[in-house]
């Protein structure tokens, strides 16, 4: 498969097990610590002192020290980490949904960077940036030899800063040197499309701008279609891997009129916290069906989970990646930050999706291109080595293949969404759950 990495989130894409997010400031006290563990701490220090001392060639220790620590991290479970000052600072671009940058999706091709495509109304764009580009060189710098996340760190920076790329494209003998100058780049959480008579909306990921983007496609959809002849909406959470948790909550909101959402369970007995739905629908209780698969994490399963158990919407594709988890992120100043899985997340019927993941009312397959036949582009929760096993985890394990192809024709689980909503017979292969199934066929 080729791995895309998008300019729009400065460098850095969250994965499939991307976290809900919740940031903090201060963790519950713990228990002082006993003589035995600081016996321990003294052997970590006095091994420290040998490597540094005594190691083949002199060690990084800055470097030792955030192994160590993301060693201890790590040994909780996959979603906890040390974040260095600038990798929390990545994740603040990532979360924030905007960052000082070019605007244009990139992947690595025969050591050069290729242009994806230049996102439209950005300095790429403007500039004459074109889909196939390959850029070879960056302010001067050779990108033969360097990864591609090094190669992003390159292009992004602050707003109204100029940087010149050097670039290959079809048809020119020799390099072109094109000059861009640096914007705020804001990220669309959502992208929406009419589907004819239905309103289709892609929410990419759970940033701080996530709600107003959904409200912004909705109020464009129902300007667009006439309401006698709007059909509904399907909400595609397929590839989601999660982010802010409120995100989450708003989102499932915007469906729902009454009822809890979701609720998180820390450590103690009493640390409980549940978050409720306020009235207003803003689709006026129009049918909706919801799109998940194997990439669907944290976050969408959130929504997914809350919109099922209100029988709200239908949720139609594959079994979801099963992150149950949500972690605080805890400032540490001008050290970073600590990402710590503080609690457990619960569907409004109480259930825990960790390890598990939410199950469709109906699943319909996704059949993969011959390209990727024979590949492994299964993705769960329950395959992570060391993660926490949830309460309702079986062998089946949680998670599903993680493909959404680009072709809209080709989109055999948004085609059944589409017909659901058109009231056209589907496949009687996959019929609906009765018990949890809100539409017709």
Known sequence: MVRKLSLLFAGALMGASAVSLVYGTNGTAA???????????????????????????????????????????????????????????????????????????????????????????????????????????????????????????????????????????????????????????????????????IGYMKVTSFTEKTTDDLREAINAIQSDIPEDELKGYVLDLRLNPGGLLDQAVNVSDAFLDQGEIVSTRGREADDIARFASQPGDLIDGKPLVVLINGGSASASEIVAGALQDHRRATVVGTKSFGKGSVQTIIPLGENGALRLTTALYYTPSGTSIQGTGIVPDIEVEQPLPEDLAGMDVTSGESELRGHIRGEAESEEGSGSVAYVPQDPEEDLQLGYALDLLRGVKSDPAFPPNPDKAVMNQ
């Open 31 to 197: 228990n002082a610590a006993d003589s035995d563990t600081y016996r321990q701490l003294a052997i970590f220090g006095d091994i420290f002192e040998r490597v540094r001392a005594q190691y083949v060639t002199p060690p990084d220790e800055k470097e030792l020290v955030e192994s160590a620590i993301n060693g201890m991290l790590t040994s909780l479970d996959p979603h906890s980490s040390y974040l260095n000052a600038d990798a929390a600072k990545d994740m603040r671009v990532q979360t924030k949904g905007e960052f000082g940058g070019l605007g244009i999706e990139v992947t690595m091709e025969n050591e050069l960077v290729k242009v994806v495509s230049p996102i439209d109304d950005t300095p790429a764009a403007r500039a004459g940036i074109l889909a196939g580009d390959l850029i070879e060189k960056i302010d001067g710098e050779n990108v033969r030899g360097i990864s591609l996340s090094d190669a992003v760190d390159m292009m992004r920076g602050p707003a109204n800063t100029p940087i010149e790329l050097s670039v290959l494209r079809e048809g020119q003998t020799k390099p072109l040197k094109i000059t861009i100058i640096r914007d705020i780049i804001k990220v669309k959480a959502v992208k929406y499309r009419l589907e004819d008579d």
